[in-house]
Structure formats: structure tokens, C-alpha cells
């Protein structure tokens, strides 16, 4: 039974900084890629942040220079550092995975509020 389950989420103000984490269960030997993604109310989701079992990553151009993805495989988990955060950063955050052999799971979100 594959799961994804994030942390980190919560309330900062802007500027601040939080740090996901998304575990993943057991190995994460046959991931592809994982990413970042987020959805605001009434916005489309999109993706924030991803990187490939190689470990070439890659963001959207709203989250450059100021977020960070990465992958520990120790620890079966990969984070989203998230530095200067900006109001429209608002948004709940999912964790996704792409297996080599088709599996393709989502966490069950952690909500980020970014408010003063």
C-alpha cells in the first residue's frame, strides 16, 4: 500500500519561512519523480516544484530563487524549503509520485497560509 503523507504546513507571515516534508512509504527504489504541487481556492492546481530520481529539479517561475526541492532517500522523503513567502504562496500543498511501473499517488495535502 503505497502512502505520501505530508507536514510542515501551517501560518507564517510574510517573509517567513516553513519547510514540507512528504514521507513516502517504504522504498522509494522505481520513483521517477516527485513534485510539489499547490491549489488555492478557486484556482487550478498546479505544480510548484519537481525533481527526478536523478535529482534534477525544476519550479515554477512564481517560486524561483525563493523555494527549494530535495529528496533524501535515507529517510524516504522529499522537502520543498519554502523561503520568502509572499501571500499568494497561500495555498493547500500536495505531494506527488510517479513510479516506473505506472503508479502515480498524491499525499493528502497540508495547508500553508501565508498571512501578516
Known amino acids: 500500500q503505497v502512502q505520501l503523507v505530508e507536514s510542515g504546513g501551517g501560518l507564517v507571515q510574510p517573509g517567513g519561512s516553513l519547510r514540507l516534508s512528504c514521507a513516502v512509504s517504504g522504498s522509494m527504489f522505481g520513483i521517477n519523480a516527485m513534485g510539489w504541487y499547490r491549489q488555492a481556492p478557486g484556482k487550478q492546481r498546479e505544480l510548484v516544484a519537481g525533481?527526478?530520481?536523478?535529482?534534477?529539479?525544476n519550479y515554477a517561475d512564481s517560486v524561483k530563487g525563493r523555494f527549494t526541492i530535495s529528496r533524501d532517500g535515507a529517510k524516504n522523503t522529499v522537502n520543498l524549503q519554502m523561503n520568502s513567502l509572499k501571500p499568494e504562496d497561500t495555498a493547500v500543498y500536495y505531494c506527488?509520485?510517479?513510479?516506473?511501473?505506472?503508479?502515480?499517488?498524491w499525499g493528502q495535502g497540508t495547508q500553508v497560509t501565508v498571512s501578516s
Open positions: 525533481i527526478t530520481s536523478s535529482g534534477t529539479s
Open positions: 506527488n509520485a510517479v513510479w516506473n511501473w505506472g503508479g502515480n499517488f
